[in-house]
């Protein structure tokens, strides 16, 4: 079962599953073609919709997972979902005077903007402004952007190597991260006290730098050796994780102190209100 959470348009209701290793919603397909069309037989819209992109060779299709969702019966069942961009682009197919109006709802609600195809340094810069705001360094955001596309290639790797849904990347994430940082993502955020908050947004510099590291290093590896099976892919996520690891020994053997820390964002913004208020 998948913690559904809601999300309001117009007054009809989204479901949406918040994929915390992959830090993006994920969201209902066919609650966005009910509430786009109005049709009181979304299913067969949406069928038909995506029997047309299957056909056309859409890159759509292939990115949509099942995720079990909680229904108005109570139960839970698959239901198509996809990420931000994908609904972008699910969007254009559907005729709506709903369409721009809800581009925008989707821009605010998914918490991660898409780079426009005719402007990319815009959404750069916005989620840059986003993040100082909230009280990160300008070094700190440029890496954070930086972490971005680094895990957006890595992404794109295990698509071709046949990885499957956010159950897969979660795993595969888990398996570099225990690999270098010797905590699953889980684990690791529990060391920082987080919840929902995104442990790549609450890492120091020197983490987030070992992480980079460790998804990079994944995606050479698996460049070359070409896994081919879910098991092939976990041995060489294994393998990226461990290069920022020894990395991590030998700069805690040279400085005595442990890389992995309790501090985040959080702690640190209360302790700036707390000195503001002084």
């Known amino acids: 079962m998948t913690d559904t959470q809601l999300a309001i348009f117009k007054g009809k209701k989204i479901r949406r599953y918040w994929d915390e290793n992959a830090e993006k919603w994920l969201f209902s397909i066919i609650d ?13 819209y949406w069928s038909d919709l995506k029997r047309k992109l299957k056909q056309e060779g859409s890159q759509v299709y292939e990115k949509i997972v099942q995720l079990k969702m909680q229904s108005t019966d109570g139960k839970y069942y698959l239901t ?7 609904m972008f682009r699910i969007i254009q197919s559907i005729s709506s005077p709903n369409a ?12 991660e903007r898409v780079e426009e195809a005719e402007d990319p340094e815009q959404a750069i810069n916005r989620a840059m402004q986003l993040y100082l705001k909230k009280g990160y360094s300008p ?22 190597r046949g990885v499957k849904g956010p159950d897969e990347f979660a795993i595969l994430t888990d398996d570099i991260t225990f ?26 510099n020197l983490e987030l730098v070992l992480n980079m ?5 994944t995606t050479e590896i698996s460049e070359v050796k070409k896994p081919e099976t879910f098991h092939e892919n976990r041995k060489v996520a294994r393998e990226g994780g461990k290069v920022a690891g020894k990395a991590r020994e030998e700069i805690e053997a040279r400085t005595g102190r442990k890389v992995i820390s309790k501090e985040n964002h959080l702690i640190k913004s209360e302790s700036k209100k707390r000195l503001e208020r002084k």
Request: aromatic residues 8%; positive net charge; proline residues 2%.
């Open 80 to 86: 198509d979902c996809a990420d931000t961009e994908s």
């Open 213 to 217: 590291l460790a998804e990079a290093s």
């Open 179 to 204: 690999a270098w940082a010797g905590l699953t993502t889980k684990q690791y955020k529990k060391h920082k006290e987080l919840k929902k908050d995104s442990l790549r947004d609450n890492m120091t």
């Open 32 to 44: 966005i073609v009910e509430v786009l069309t109005g049709s009181s037989i979304p299913k067969r």
């Open 139 to 160: 070094d700190w955001v440029n890496m954070r952007l930086k972490s971005t596309e680094i895990r957006k290639t890595l992404t794109d790797e295990w698509h071709k």
């Open 100 to 111: 721009e109006p809800f581009k925008l709802w989707l821009a605010r609600v998914g918490y």
